[in-house]
Nanobody
Framework: VQLQASGGGLVQAGGSLRLSCAAS????????MEWFRQAPGKEREFVAR?????????YSESVRGRFTISKDNAANNRVHLQMNNLTPEDTATYYC?????????WGQGTLVTVSS
């Protein structure tokens, strides 16, 4: 399974970005799709999770109310992260993660930079 994240870029504080993650390769059942991020000099941290069956969601405290994780209506192997009201503290490399049973797949990151 390969994960391709896209949608990162430079945005001003208060702006929005939409990240996407597409999976390819061997078809496996999905337990959840998640986003993590890692800011320069900091540890990687959890951002959001979407459980594939039932579509329940979890968010970190720092993004709840501003970020939304969702399935793509047209592509069953794609997930989005809508990020609104961005702050400089959201600057990080964002990683897409797919969990399938006992297996965890990480994609390459996409860089989000929020200027003040």
């Amino acid at each position: 399974v390969q994960l391709q994240a896209s949608g990162g870029g430079l945005v001003q504080a208060g702006g929005s970005l939409r990240l996407s993650c597409a999976a390819s390769g061997r078809a496996v059942s999905i337990t959840s799709m998640e986003w993590f991020r890692q800011a320069p000099g900091k540890e990687r941290e959890f951002v959001a999770r979407l459980y594939w069956s039932g579509s329940s969601r979890d968010y970190s405290e720092s993004v709840r109310g501003r970020f939304t994780i969702s399935k793509d209506n047209a592509a069953n192997n794609r997930v989005h992260l809508q990020m609104n009201n961005l702050t400089p503290e959201d600057t990080a490399t964002y990683y897409c993660v797919r969990r399938s049973g006992r297996h965890t797949y990480w994609g390459q990151g996409t860089l989000v930079t929020v200027s003040s």
